[in-house]
């Protein structure tokens, strides 16, 4: 059974790092892409990157890249999301999604970590 | 970017109700398109791929057409366990984008 298992919830303040994780299993975790997903407090779903674990291959949305490192460790098949100063507009949901096998829809999804920032 | 716009962005209705749910792209995106049901607290769950490729396991009364940059979810017959938001998700080119999103709730 593919799952995907994320990291717990954070409390963190501005301009603290902070790096969730997403574990894979019950698949080749090297040979499909991970994608990262925010949810914002009553807004809808923004795409923010997605890597190849087998060759760390990364792509990120515009609006997301300089802002967030997105990267992974097959020893542990593990995708990581990471920033280096936090804002309280990181404020949101994350989900990692395991992309389809030869295109850019998610089929499998994280339970979503919660991300507070706040002063 | 190519933006996605949902309509309604809520809808009540009752158990047994057809629903239409559409999704416009501000682009041609042929039908690379696919639909996720999200229910509060919970990851979304993939419906349809493809624009009307129902995942496996999804019942089939939901349904998926269109193509280009007009396209449609609906539901047959609408159930209890269907009361959640909707989005749409265009993947013919980067960044993906998703819809804002519908609200089935109950009417």
């Known amino acids: 059974e593919v799952q995907l298992v994320q990291s717990g919830a954070e409390v963190k303040e501005p301009g603290e790092s902070l790096k969730i994780s997403c574990e894979g299993s019950g698949y080749d975790f090297t040979s499909y892409w991970i994608g990262w997903v925010r949810h914002m407090p009553g807004k809808g779903l923004e795409w923010m990157g997605t890597?190849?674990?087998?060759?760390?291959?990364?792509r990120y949305s515009p609006s997301f890249e300089g802002q967030v490192i997105i990267s992974a460790d097959k020893s542990t098949n593990t995708a990581y999301l990471q920033w280096r100063s936090l804002k309280a507009s990181d404020t949101a949901l994350y989900y990692c999604a395991r992309r389809a096998d030869s295109f850019e829809f998610f089929h499998y999804w994280g339970q979503g970590t919660l991300v507070t920032v706040s002063s | 970017d190519i933006q996605m716009t949902q309509s309604p962005s809520t809808l009540s209705a009752s158990v047994g109700d057809r629903v239409t749910i559409t999704c416009r792209a501000s682009?041609?995106?042929?039908?690379?398109l696919a639909w996720y049901q999200q229910k509060p607290g919970k990851a979304p769950k993939l419906l349809i791929y493809k624009a009307s490729s129902l995942e496996t396991g999804v019942p089939s009364r939901f349904s998926g057409s269109g193509s280009g940059t007009e396209f449609t979810l609906i539901i047959s017959s609408l159930q209890p366990d269907d009361f959640a938001t909707y989005y749409c998700?265009?993947?013919?080119?980067?960044?993906?984008?998703f819809g804002g999103g519908t609200k089935v709730e109950i009417k």
């Open positions: 890597i190849y674990p087998g060759d760390s291959d990364t």
């Open positions: 998700q265009q993947y013919n080119s980067n960044p993906l984008t």
């Open positions: 682009r041609y995106i042929s039908t690379w």
